[in-house]
């Protein structure tokens, strides 16, 4: 497969030429959803760039970007891009003293915000930031006289000739580095991965040769696009000429769907589990009618599943079934996702197998994939012409992948980072002699080509009888129980395993039902002896069938679900392991 010598603003320019709609964005303005043109984005970009280069961004400048998924960020991100300057996106999430270690780590001259909270969080550090000179917000008009609009930006470039442009993006080259996206470090201080224009649309340019998606689709964004999954998609739905709508909040991700009705969209294992454990609740708590009919629909769509995964052609029998569990039952579930849904992609994280399979027996496909930062991001994901439940599907075209001998992932390919941004030692660590990426994660390659994620390789447990476990699967089964928010599991060079577990407090009131209690609060809740026991009988539901050194002994509740704001997890919701352990090394002693 050959890849186009083009650059990321090369690919925008190329996409608005052949894919000119009246239906480009649709962006929440005013309580309602207003379409943007391919044309408006064109000159929103062009104008933006015209300014940026008027009051004094240069080429190879770094410039940040700390806002919430929009359509803004886009135009940001690609006006930033046509002068040569390279984004430093940032999490909206992150605390103000990770913003300006990453600010002034990356050497970033210009700021981009998109709310007054993070205006607050900015105005809290600006004073010792020493590189950062210019703050631009998306709001309009802006919350300070010290930060100037995106939209007074773009006025100042409107009296400038486009011409200006044109001959601005002609200097751009692929291997020009493009951005500086800093890892969430579960273990460490954050590093710069520095990705050229040609390694991000090596990623564009495959993803969208062998994925599903046209000018037919409506592709609805959610993700932070401050995480490379998100941004590298959203410039492939450019390049496949495909509306993109953009969701109003986290908080209102489920109304929006109805909303916009879309077709496709990337989400994070989170959302999958929690959009499963919602549907089982309601399945199961209704009348023995409804029940019986959902669990009855259930196990067609498995038999179908199990058929269509041996490549086995369907008896009409249970193709006439699973119409009737279609209409009856998976139809509404789809509705209340906005009821055109073709496909999900997943990736951040491991999805676990029987969430796969759930919702691709409803008809909702959820396509998972692997990749990482440093290789821009997708190195691995399933398709329509090769998908296997349970595992990220195959290596992408021109992606190179080897498991070493202590079941490490290895991979080589046009997409993988140029290295850590002023860590030459870090970058010199993270490859071997061969030039083979070390991804840090355990994986295996199936006979058939498929590759399947196991855990990281600092994740793994070793108990002190020498037993290896990998967390992560049993955790992703636990959270499945409508009972748990969140699960981290502990054994270390320990004897047994243990757990420290958030419930879910919406629950605490069944719960009690259940227990024939009542609690006073969080803290009577987690210290209750009954509702442990509770707790270990329904990980032992969850996961019956571990070996004997998986099995989990203890349990210790906790009364505050891990964040952000704490350090406890990462902008990705990937939990900081020895920062957890640390943190809650008193509770973890109790258990043992």
């Known amino acids: 497969m050959v890849i186009p010598n083009l650059t990321l603003v090369g690919n925008f320019l190329e996409a608005v030429e052949k894919h000119p709609r009246e239906r480009r964005f649709l962006v929440k303005r005013n309580r309602k959803y207003q379409a943007v043109s391919t044309e408006t984005f064109r000159r929103d970009v062009v104008t933006a760039a015209l300014g940026l280069q008027q009051v004094g961004v240069r080429r190879g400048d770094k410039v940040v970007i700390l806002a919430d998924t929009c359509y803004e960020w886009v135009v940001s991100d690609l006006a930033i891009l046509s002068l040569g300057a390279i984004v430093v996106p940032i999490y909206p999430t992150l605390p103000a003293d990770q913003v300006l270690y990453i600010a002034e780590d990356s050497d970033s001259k210009v700021l981009f915000f998109s709310s007054k909270a993070q ?68 273990t460490g201080i954050p590093k710069g991965v520095v990705l050229t224009h040609a390694n991000v649309f ?63 969209m990337v989400s994070v294992p989170r959302l999958f589990e929690r959009v499963y454990s919602r549907i089982m609740e309601k399945a199961l708590s209704g009348s023995q009618t409804k029940k019986s009919l959902f669990l009855w629909s259930l196990s067609v769509a498995e038999k179908k599943l199990h058929l269509e995964m041996a490549r086995k052609k369907l008896p009409y029998s249970l193709r006439f079934k699973y119409g009737l569990a279609d209409r009856l039952v998976f139809k509404k579930v789809k509705e209340n996702l906005g009821g055109r849904f073709r496909f999900f992609i997943s990736g951040g994280a491991a999805l676990p197998k029987k969430i796969a399979e759930f919702f691709y027996e409803m008809g909702l496909p959820v396509l998972e994939g692997y990749g990482l930062t440093e290789s821009s991001p997708v190195v691995a994901v399933n398709t329509f012409q090769d998908f296997k439940v349970g595992t990220v599907g195959k290596p992408i075209p021109g992606e190179e992948v080897i498991i070493a001998e202590d079941g490490e992932i290895l991979v080589k390919g046009p997409n993988v ?55 992560q699967p049993i955790e992703g089964r636990i959270k499945q129980s409508p009972y748990v928010g969140n699960v981290v599991l502990i054994g ?45 009988r329904e990980i032992k539901k969850m996961v019956p069938d571990l070996a ?27 939990v900081k392991r020895s920062f957890v352990e640390k943190k809650y090394k008193k509770v973890i002693d109790r258990l043992y």
């Open 492 to 536: 270390n060079e320990r004897k047994y395993l243990s757990a420290l577990l958030v419930p879910d407090f919406e629950k605490m009131e069944e719960i009690g039902k259940i227990l024939n209690k009542s609690f006073h609060g969080r803290a009577d809740f987690c210290s209750d002896s009954s509702v442990e026991r509770f707790y270990l």
């Open 417 to 471: 980072m140029k290295g850590y941004y002023k860590k030459p030692e870090e970058t010199a660590e993270a490859f071997n002699k061969e030039g083979w990426f070390l991804t840090g994660d355990i994986g295996f390659i199936d006979n058939e080509g498929f590759l399947s994620i196991t855990d990281r390789k600092k994740a793994i447990i070793v108990t002190l009888g020498g037993k290896n476990v990998a967390p």
């Open 119 to 186: 205006w607050e969080k900015v105005k809290s550090i600006k004073e010792q930031m020493k590189n950062v000179k210019l703050f631009v917000s998306l709001l309009d008009p802006p919350p300070s006289e010290n930060a100037l609009s995106l939209k007074g930006l773009q006025e100042i470039g409107k009296g400038l000739s486009e011409d200006d442009y044109v001959d601005m993006v002609s200097t751009l080259d692929r291997q020009d580095e493009a951005t500086i996206i800093y890892t969430s470090g579960t």
């Open 202 to 264: 090596a990623n564009v340019f495959v993803l969208c040769e062998i994925m599903d998606v046209s000018e037919r689709d409506v592709c609805f964004s959610f993700l932070p696009l401050s995480h490379i999954l998100e941004r590298t998609v959203v410039h492939g739905y450019l390049r496949k000429g495909s509306t993109i709508a953009f969701a109003e909040s986290i908080e209102k991700v489920n109304q929006n769907m109805i909303d916009v009705k879309p077709t496709v």
């Open 548 to 574: 004997d050194f998986e099995v989990i002994k203890k349990v210790a509740l906790l009364e505050e679900d891990f964040s952000i704001e704490k350090g406890e997890i990462t902008p990705t919701l990937k």
